[in-house]
């Protein structure tokens, strides 16, 4: 049997590795569109605010616990955090929350020291675009 000629060398030159034949091209629209979801849905979160109570005159000293409620528009509890103090509260109390825009209702229950019922404090939040919302709590007078 007569073997085949061997060809001649290729006069054409390899292709050369572009970047259309790497690995991470392949990938690139599922990484865009992951991307783009993640941004997304980054946007379209509840923002983070932060809620700053001044607890203003007399008579906190004596608070021994303070529950801090936040309600919505229909009733239900957006938030609710309790902080307890053994010699009473600081003059701001921060709560961090995520809250849409809108107008909330805020309860603060204080608990005082050698008493069993508990004060009732209630605040309107108006909530905008801030991201920190300020409000000054004042105890009803002991007389009510």
């Known amino acids: 049997m007569a073997e085949a ?3 001649p060398p290729s006069s054409r030159p390899e292709p050369r590795a572009g970047w259309r034949s790497h690995p991470l091209a392949k990938r690139l629209p599922v990484i865009l569109l992951a991307a783009l979801g993640l941004w997304l849905w980054r946007v379209t979160a509840t923002p983070e605010r932060e809620l700053v109570f001044e607890l203003e005159g007399s008579g906190w000293a004596s ?4 529950d801090i409620q936040v309600l919505g528009a229909d009733g239900h509890i957006e938030k609710r955090e309790e902080r307890f103090f053994p010699s009473g509260p600081p003059p701001r109390v ?5 809250l849409p825009e809108g ?3 805020a309860l ?3 608990k005082r020291e050698g008493q069993e019922a508990r004060l009732r404090v209630e605040d309107t939040l108006s909530v905008g675009e801030e991201a920190r919302i300020v ?4 105890l009803p007078d002991a007389s009510r």
């Open 5 to 7: 000629p061997e060809s």
């Open 108 to 110: 603060v229950f204080v």
């Open 135 to 138: 409000r000054q709590l004042r």
């Open 94 to 98: 921060e709560v961090q929350t995520a």
């Open 103 to 105: 107008t909330f209702r």
């Open 63 to 66: 608070a021994r616990a303070l």
